[in-house]
């Protein structure tokens, strides 16, 4: 079992920059791929970015790649989600997510997922 806590959302200016952070319990967090996904208002939920149990890998949405960079560091179990020019369509409830595994693939669906975090906002205001 695996708990994931968000934080780090917040309210910035189109163009700004945020960082998030996705904190799990438990000793196996070496043990998971790790995404980052959103859900706008009206909007399904949608894939932004995941890293391999690793770090040796990364995958992005097209609209977030070089804008957005996610990270991670095993030995805090904690994940990142860097966001850099910001715009106002970003604006969403990010949600982190683990993925059982320690293959390089990562998943790009959410029923790939086995742990949910409860969402942080962001918003980005143009």
């Known amino acids: 079992q695996v708990q994931l806590v968000e934080s780090g959302g917040g309210l910035v200016q189109a163009g700004g920059s945020l960082g998030l952070s996705c904190a799990a319990s438990?000793?196996?967090?070496?043990?998971?791929?790790m995404g980052w996904f959103r859900q706008a208002p009206g909007k399904e939920r949608e894939f932004v970015a995941a890293?391999?149990?690793?770090?040796?890998?990364?995958y992005y949405r097209g609209s977030v790649k070089g804008r957005f960079t996610i990270s991670r560091d095993n030995a805090k179990n904690t994940a990142y989600l860097r966001m850099n020019s910001l715009k106002p369509e970003d604006t969403a409830v990010y949600y982190c997510?683990?993925?059982?595994?320690?293959?390089?693939?990562?998943?790009?669906?959410?029923?790939?997922?086995?742990?949910w975090g409860q969402g942080t906002q962001v918003t980005v205001s143009s």
């Open positions: 438990g000793r196996t967090f070496s043990s998971y791929a």
């Open positions: 997510a683990a993925q059982r595994t320690t293959a390089q693939a990562m998943g790009v669906t959410e029923y790939e997922y086995d742990y």
């Open positions: 890293i391999s149990w690793n770090g040796g890998s990364t």
